[in-house]
C-alpha cells in the first residue's frame, strides 16, 4: 500500500532553517511527483511546491519561491523539503503528497511534520 | 484571500442533502482546468474526495458527488450523516500563477 511516511516535529528560532522529509513506499517512487502543503494552526491549506521525484524538476508558489528547496534522493525514495528563514508566521503543519504531474490532485499524504517557530 | 472561493459554513441535518460552492476565474476553473475536493475531519489528514470535478477514488461512498460549471464547481452530500462533520476544500490549478491553488475551505456542521 502506498505510504508516506514524515520525519518528526521541529521547534527552530526565527531566521532558522528547517528541513522535513517524506519517505515513499509502496508505489514506483520515480513515477510520480511529490507537492508540499501546509497548514497553519486554525486555518486552510496552502500548496508549496512540486517536485519530479524522478527528474528533480521543480515548482514553486510563488510565495515560497527563494525561500524554500525541494530535493529528491531516488536510492532512498525520499524527497526533502527546506524552508529558511523562518518567521512566527510559517509554524505549520506540513505535509508531502503523492501528486503525478504537479496539477493535483493529491491521491495520497503523508501524516503531516509541525514546525514551531518561535524564539 | 485565496484564489478559490468558498464559503465558510455549511450546515444541514442527518439525511439531508447539502452543496457547498468552489467559485473560480478564468485562470484556473474557468481555463478548463479539473477541481478536485478533499475532506478533513477534525485533526485528521486531508483525504481525496473527488478528483478531475466528479470522479470518486476507490471507497469514497457515492453519498459524495463533484460538478463543475463555467468557472464554478460544487460538492454535493446527500443522506448526511454525523461522520461528514469536516472541513471540505476544492483545489485546481491556475495558470497564472502556473501553480495549484485550494480554496479556503468550507465547515460543515451536521446539525
Known amino acids: 500500500q502506498v505510504q508516506l511516511v514524515q520525519s518528526g516535529a521541529e521547534m527552530k528560532k526565527p531566521g532558522a532553517s528547517v528541513q522535513v522529509s517524506c519517505k515513499a513506499s509502496g508505489y514506483t517512487f520515480t513515477s510520480f511527483g511529490i507537492s508540499w502543503v501546509r497548514q497553519a494552526p486554525g486555518q486552510g491549506l496552502e500548496w508549496m511546491g512540486w517536485?519530479?521525484?524522478?527528474?528533480?524538476?521543480?515548482n514553486y508558489a510563488q510565495k515560497f519561491q527563494g525561500r524554500a528547496s525541494m530535493t529528491t534522493d531516488t536510492s532512498t525514495s525520499t524527497v526533502y523539503m527546506e524552508l529558511r528563514s523562518l518567521r512566527s508566521d510559517d509554524t505549520a503543519i506540513y505535509y508531502c503528497?503523492?501528486?503525478?504531474?504537479?496539477?493535483?490532485?493529491?491521491?495520497?499524504w503523508g501524516q503531516g511534520s509541525l514546525v514551531t517557530v518561535s524564539s | 484571500q485565496s484564489v478559490l472561493t468558498q464559503p465558510p459554513s455549511v450546515s444541514g441535518a442527518p439525511g439531508q442533502r447539502v452543496t457547498m460552492s468552489c467559485t473560480g476565474s478564468r485562470s484556473n476553473i474557468g481555463a478548463g482546468y479539473d477541481v478536485n475536493w478533499y475532506q478533513q475531519l477534525p485533526g485528521a489528514v486531508p483525504k481525496l474526495l473527488i478528483n478531475a470535478n466528479s470522479n470518486r477514488p476507490s471507497g469514497v461512498p457515492d453519498r459524495f458527488s463533484g460538478s463543475k460549471s463555467g468557472a464554478s464547481a460544487s460538492l454535493a452530500i446527500t443522506g448526511l450523516q454525523a461522520e461528514d462533520e469536516a472541513a471540505y476544500y476544492c483545489q485546481s490549478f491556475d495558470r497564472s500563477l502556473s501553480g495549484v491553488v485550494f480554496g479556503g475551505g468550507t465547515k460543515l456542521t451536521v446539525l
Open positions: 517536485i519530479n521525484a524522478y527528474s528533480g524538476k521543480t
Open positions: 503528497a503523492r501528486d503525478y504531474s504537479g496539477w493535483g490532485p493529491e491521491d495520497y
